[in-house]
């Protein structure tokens, strides 16, 4: 069995590297597709490539796997090749950044990731969500099979057996508590402020209960999809607009925290420009959650405007990471167990095929002597002699290819046979 995860993550490249590798939801699907036909156009005939891509704002992982075993150097470069055609990225540009992990190091990496241990929020229970709709997108385009599906049942349970188990998702800070800890470093109350949401998805969900805890002046939901908006805003008695209206409104905002999956910044420079001369030097805060970016990197250097990117917030999230150092441990041993029961299942897994040709070739040796039996039997032979023959033609059969394995081999094969034969012919009680 041949498994492998190739991927980025917050760890191995910045954040503008990230969002060029990064794959919108809508796309995971035929994207999956793409890449099943790449390395099927690259394997053997009949080979049964699985893929699966997980693409967040912290990583870009595909995961593939297939019954053959295969060379890990050539497997790591035709992914990586795939990953820079599919986004026009040059390969020499990406393979520095990129991580390769072949095999138990693919399982374990999963189950580390589904459990929040890779995160940059230890502990975090939003990558869980995040892995469930990438298998789910998998699956739609075609990529799952019997290696990657029984991988991704186990990450699940994993991640709920380390999260029942442990206490890895204590003391933890997230993305959204703290945007909201920036942002009183910034305003003495946010209770006086305006907050604009712009997107309705679970981070903003989160970030909006996080600030509305402090009771800001105004809430405002900016989203594609008003109806969507709307839903989230009058959770928490503020109001929803379209996306189009956003220069309309920006300049009464003291803070701004988007997060969407658009593929090209929606806040530009000129926009957020024009807010400031209209704001008159009030300051505005604003956190872009989104990878690719929702805001426009040269609006940080405008004055009076503070703007933190996801890989900004990663000082503030680290607090606590000591106090969950004895459950990261626990975790970890957890997931070894697992890790070795999925690696015992799939060497299993590959035998199936050559039991199954083994059975075949019986069946087929079984079906000729059965053959020649009645015949014989319907010329009048004895029937003694008849069963005795069909025992010996069945016996010399079965014992042709190993003998003819014995004589051919030399040396160190010929010994290794020799020691192993009896084991397979061992008598039965």
Known sequence: MNLLAVGLNHTTAPIALRERLAFPPEQISAAVGAACNWFARRAAPDARIETAILSTCN????????????????????????????????????RPHLYALPRDGAVRHAFRVASGLDSMVLGEAQILGQMKEAVRRADAGGGLGTYLHQMFQRTFSVAKEVRSATAIGAHSV???????????????????????????????????????????????????????????ALRYKGAAIALEQLPDVLAGCDIIVSCTASPLPIIGLGMVERAIR????????????????????????????????VDDLAEVVQSGRELRQAAVEQAESIIETRVQSYMEWADRR?????????????????????????????RGDD???????????????????PQLALHSAEGAERAHLARLLPQLFRASH
């Open 278 to 309: 209209a704001r008159r030097r009030r300051p505005m805060f604003i956190v872009d959650l989104a990878v690719p970016r929702d805001v426009e990197s040269e609006v940080a250097r405008l004055p009076d405007v503070y703007l933190y990117t």
């Open 350 to 378: 590959a035998l199936v095929p050559i039991i199954q040709d083994l059975n075949q070739a019986s069946e087929t040796m079984r079906l000729a002597e059965l053959a020649r039996a009645r015949k014989l039997l319907a």
């Open 174 to 232: 997230s993305m959204a508590a703290a945007a909201v800890r920036l942002a009183e470093r910034i305003f003495p109350s946010i209770a006086e402020q305006n907050v604009l949401f712009i997107g309705a998805g679970e981070m903003i969900e989160l970030c909006a209960a996080h600030f509305a805890a402090r009771q800001p002046k105004s809430i405002i939901v900016a989203n594609r999809t008003v109806a969507r908006g709307t839903e989230l």
């Open 59 to 94: 990583r870009t992982e595909l995961y593939a796997a297939s019954p053959a075993s295969g060379d890990i150097d050539g497997n790591v470069d035709a992914t990586t090749h795939f990953l820079a055609d599919y986004h026009g990225l040059p390969y020499a540009e990406l």
């Open 383 to 401: 029937i003694d002699a008849v069963l005795e023959a069909l025992s010996r033609g069945m016996t010399a059969k079965f014992l042709h290819g």
